[in-house]
C-alpha cells in the first residue's frame, strides 16, 4: 500500500516531458466545460451544477440532460487520459480524452447516471453519507473504461469494494493538494493548468494501487 508522496512522486514521474500535452488537455476540458456552464450562469444559477451529475439530477431540467449526456462521459474520458499516461506513458491526452470518454457512450452515460442517482438518494439522509458514498463510488469511471464487460451496477459495487477501508485515503489525498490550489487562485487561476493533470494523475496512480490491492486480496481468498 503506498502514500501521497508515492502517488504525487508517480504523478510527476509520469508527466515528465508530458507536461504540454496535459496542460492542452486541461485548457480544452475547461474550455468545453465553461461553455457548456455558461448558459446556466448567464440565467443566473450556480454553473457548478453543471459539472456534478449529482448536483445536474438535484437540480434537473436542461443542465441534467447536457451534463449527463455530453459532460459525464467527457468527465470520465477526462480521468482515464491521465490514468493511460500513468500506466502507458500515453501521451495523445486531448484525443484520449474524446476517444476514452465518448467510444462506449452508452455504458458510460448509463454507468454516471446510476452513480448519481446512489450519492443523490444517500445525500437525501445527511450530507457525510452523500460524501462517503461519492468516495466509495469513486473509482467507478475508471472501472467503466477498463472493465467494459461488466455491467454499471457490477462496475458501481466494484468500486465500492475497491475502496473499503481506502474512502479516507483518497479524500486524504484530495485534501493535501489544497495548498496548492490556494498558490492557483493567486495567480489568477491560471496555476490550476498544471495542478488539474498533477491532481488527476495522482489520482489515477491511486486508482492503480487500489486495483492491485484488492486483486491481491481476491486472489488470497
Not at 157 to 162: C, E, P, Q, V
Not at 170 to 176: D, K, T, V
Request: hydrophobic share 50%.
Amino acid at each position: 500500500m503506498k502514500n501521497n508522496s508515492d502517488y504525487k512522486n508517480s504523478a510527476l514521474e509520469a508527466l515528465k516531458g508530458n507536461w504540454p500535452a496535459a496542460i492542452v488537455t486541461a485548457i480544452v476540458y475547461m474550455a468545453v466545460v465553461m461553455v457548456c456552464t455558461a448558459p446556466s450562469a448567464l440565467s443566473g444559477n450556480d454553473p457548478s451544477i453543471m459539472i456534478s451529475p449529482v448536483m445536474a439530477l438535484a437540480t434537473g431540467g436542461g443542465s441534467f440532460i447536457l451534463t449527463l449526456l455530453f459532460l459525464s462521459p467527457l468527465q470520465v474520458g477526462y480521468y482515464n487520459t491521465f490514468r493511460k499516461l500513468y500506466q502507458e506513458g500515453s501521451a495523445s491526452l486531448t484525443g484520449n480524452m474524446f476517444t476514452t470518454g465518448f467510444s462506449n457512450w452508452g455504458h458510460i452515460v448509463l454507468g454516471q447516471l446510476l452513480m448519481g442517482i446512489f450519492i443523490f438518494l444517500w445525500s437525501l439522509l445527511l450530507i457525510v453519507p452523500g460524501i462517503v458514498k461519492a468516495y466509495a463510488y469513486a473509482m467507478t469511471p475508471y472501472i467503466l473504461v477498463e472493465r467494459p464487460e461488466l455491467s454499471v451496477n457490477e462496475a458501481i459495487g466494484l468500486s465500492r469494494r475497491m475502496m473499503k477501508g481506502r474512502k479516507f485515503d483518497l479524500f486524504y489525498l484530495h485534501l493535501s493538494f489544497i495548498g496548492w490550489a490556494l498558490l492557483c487562485i493567486l495567480t489568477l487561476g491560471i496555476g490550476f493548468l498544471w495542478l488539474y493533470p498533477y491532481m488527476m494523475t495522482a489520482q489515477a496512480a491511486f486508482y492503480c494501487d487500489v486495483k492491485a490491492d484488492y486483486e491481491i486480496k481476491s486472489a488470497e481468498r
